[in-house]
């Protein structure tokens, strides 16, 4: 579960990132992040991931007060949430087996966990058969979904996309939407940010709008919008 | 921390050492040469503390007479050198006993002294033993105010310019030793660095999938250890070899003229190794843990 009371953020430059957000997201739910670029969806994802706290208000994941963690304590934070970028950050001297397989390794996983766990969820995004490529040899849409292998062999209960199709041409996107549907259907909570309206008004899943650092609108089955 | 990470650590390390290998070489090559340094006052300082202990030990007075002086009168200083308080024996070597007793110290190389026999250029001389060493001064001084006394030599005053010596060595050593340490860890620190922006891609993927600060230390932290490490081991192996062949020669070569003697290998070998080992370790660990502090915030 994430729960954001009265969060604010004001950057160094004085510009006002996010003002008094409130938001609540259950567990196994599918929620949309959109809005244009600059409005603060980056921002409210670099809040979950406590790469920066927030000037007021608390950010709740899973029953825990994340701008109350220590230092020491953010990975494990991290561990309980996945994320893929809109670029992949796949590691291109690495195999497929290898990307995911290091996501277990850098959490000091059992090896024998690591070689049951790895086929498995490479099977979840369909992309078994090619598992000893490198980045490199993949379509982009193929990449994504090693990344998003990646972010969830550890077992997250929340999957976080930013953008995971805005490089991908709408084909490739479809096959990045069918996997992260079937993540959700397992029960992972996902929050994608994204711009893609066809997509966000295909899916008709909840969809919360940031404009201008607050929160334009919050819909069940929404659509884009304008 | 599992055994199985330590392997990843070693082997990420390995790697790297590998990957970047003329920066490795020089790494290796400046703690080595630092520790050289450093193994070279320190076998320095050694010796100069060994000889002092040694010399403390073993304070005598030597006492060398006038020329020609007759046994009745040799007999009445002896008598009077005994009574002086502190004094525990008093000895009298000829000045024909203190030749033999020279030729004998130079071994083979006796034939140096062949045609002396005749013109003994040393003194007779009384050799005074004290009941504490530290009652030297005033009993030489009391010997030296007595009549036909040519001079007085006691172990002390070398004693005492070797403590000098040891002094202006120790504070020299240090400073240098500081020097040298600063420029080895910050010569590790950028080879470490190299590593670390080769992989700052890797190390932000770590941060997200929630790797903790010390995993994700952890190579860089050893490929530091093993740099000085490695530099260490060679440095000692180069020392130890060097003061070998050194103290040996000294002691076929100088014909036994030396009064002093090197502290024995293996006592050098042990301070050695286990300073150096220690040093080359705080070095590379020192050099790893400032390259990569900065690039942990993610």
Not at chain 1, 77 to 97: M, P
Not at chain 1, 148 to 158: C, D, F, H, M
Not at chain 2, 50 to 67: F, G, N, R, T, W
Request: glycine content about 8%; cysteine-free; aromatic content about 8%.
């Amino acid at each position: 579960m994430i729960e954001l009371v009265n969060v604010s953020k004001t950057f160094s430059d004085g510009h006002k990132a996010l003002k008094n957000i409130n938001i609540k997201i259950d567990n196994g739910e599918f929620v949309f992040l959109v809005g244009p670029s600059g409005a603060g969806k980056s921002t409210l994802i670099k809040l979950l991931l406590k790469e920066i706290d927030p000037d007021q208000g608390n950010i709740i994941i899973n029953g825990k007060d994340v701008t109350k963690l220590k230092r020491r304590e953010i990975p494990f934070l991290r561990r309980s949430i996945g994320v893929v970028f809109q670029d992949f950050r796949l590691l291109q001297e690495k195999t497929v087996y290898e990307n995911v397989a290091f996501a277990m390794e850098v959490v000091e996983a059992p090896p024998k966990e690591i070689r049951r766990q790895v086929p498995i969820i490479l099977s979840l995004v369909g992309l078994s058969k090619k598992s000893n490529l490198y980045p490199s040899q993949l379509s982009g849409g193929e990449q994504q979904r090693v990344s998003l292998a990646r972010a969830i062999v550890n077992g997250p209960s929340i999957l976080i996309a930013d953008e995971p199709t805005g490089n991908l041409d709408p084909d490739t996107s479809w096959e990045v939407m069918k996997s992260l549907n079937e993540i959700n259907h397992r029960g992972t909570t996902v929050l994608m940010a994204t711009h893609a309206k066809d997509i966000v008004d295909a899916m008709r899943k909840r969809v919360i709008a940031i404009e201008d650092g607050t929160i334009a609108r919050d819909d069940m089955k929404g659509g884009y919008g304008v | 921390m599992k055994i199985r990470t330590y392997k990843y650590f070693i082997k990420q390390s390995g790697k790297s050492i590998w990957r970047n290998k003329v920066m490795s070489l020089a790494s290796i090559g400046s703690v080595m040469s630092a520790l050289l340094v450093i193994g070279i006052f320190l076998i320095l300082v050694l010796n100069v503390d060994y000889l002092a202990a040694k010399l403390e030990s073993q304070v005598e007075i030597k006492v060398h007479l006038m020329d020609g002086l007759s046994k009745n009168i040799i007999e009445d200083i002896n008598k009077e050198i005994k009574g002086l308080t502190g004094v525990k024996n008093s000895v009298f070597v000829s000045k024909d006993e203190a030749l033999k007793e020279f030729s004998e110290s130079l071994g083979e190389n006796s034939y140096l002294l062949e045609g002396l026999e005749g013109d003994n250029p040393l003194s007779d001389s009384f050799v005074v033993t004290l009941e504490d060493p530290r009652l030297a001064p005033q009993v030489t001084l009391a010997i030296k105010a007595m009549s036909n006394i040519e001079n007085v030599v006691y172990g002390k005053e070398e004693l005492e310019k070797l403590l000098d010596i040891t002094y202006f060595l120790r504070i020299g050593s240090l400073a240098i030793v500081a020097i040298l340490f600063l420029i080895s860890v910050f010569i590790i620190s950028n080879t470490i660095k190299l590593t670390v922006f080769a992989r700052r891609r890797e190390i932000g993927i770590m941060k997200y999938i929630g790797a903790t600060d010390w995993f994700v230390r952890g190579p860089f932290f050893f490929e530091g250890v093993l740099l000085g490490l490695i530099g260490s081991i060679i440095s000692i192996g180069l020392l130890a070899t060097g003061y070998y062949f050194i103290a040996k020669y000294i002691e076929q070569q100088m014909f036994g003229l030396l009064v002093i003697s090197l502290m024995p290998f293996h006592e050098i070998l042990n301070n050695l190794v286990i300073a150096l080992l220690i040093f080359g370790v705080i070095i590379g660990s020192l050099g790893s843990m400032i390259s990569i502090r900065k690039f942990l915030k993610v």
